[in-house]
């Protein structure tokens, strides 16, 4: 059994920060992937950005730049540091972890609004 609580959302101004955390627990694999992704009313989720356990990174072209992902394995944490913030990344914001040979697990999300 997994369990991903994320927290760290909030509104937020054009041009602020946010940083988001994922806390995962139970049965965590030494290697794994963990990952941020995202939905916006009336669109499909999508990715944010994800994270190996050695380190390797990807993002969405849209967040290059901007936001930076950040893990510590020995706490099972992983982090979204997120600058420049713009109206369209408005959303919910949802934690993954993926691990082989079992189901992918997901965070029950926290919102992210950035208006003025």
């Known amino acids: 059994q997994v369990q991903l609580v994320e927290s760290g959302g909030g509104l937020v101004q054009p041009g602020g920060s946010l940083r988001l955390s994922c806390a995962a627990s139970g049965s965590i694999f030494v290697i794994n992937t963990m990952g941020w992704y995202r939905q916006a009313p009336r669109k499909q989720r999508e990715l944010v950005a994800t994270i190996t356990s050695v380190g390797s990174t990807n993002y969405a072209d849209s967040v290059k730049g901007r936001f930076t992902i950040s893990r510590d394995s020995a706490k099972n944490m992983v982090y979204l540091q997120m600058n420049s913030l713009k109206p369209e990344d408005t959303a919910v914001y949802y934690c993954?972890?993926?691990?082989?040979?079992?189901?992918?697990?997901w965070g029950q999300g926290t919102q992210v609004t950035v208006s003025s």
């Open positions: 993954k972890l993926v691990q082989a040979g079992i189901r992918d697990n």
